[in-house]
């Protein structure tokens, strides 16, 4: 079975991809719709 180990790193490392992506996206297309940019 798989380790444990870099559980909560990989989750921080997520977070803080998720936030440049979301500040990324306010940034250049602000008029682009939120529902769009989730189903792609």
């Not at 990324?24 to 008029?31: D, H, L, M, T």
């Amino acid at each position: 079975m798989s380790q444990q180990y870099n559980k909560v790193e990989k989750r921080r490392r997520r977070t803080a991809y998720l936030r440049r992506r979301k500040a990324r996206q306010k940034k250049s297309a602000p008029k682009a719709t939120p529902s769009a940019a989730a189903a792609s």
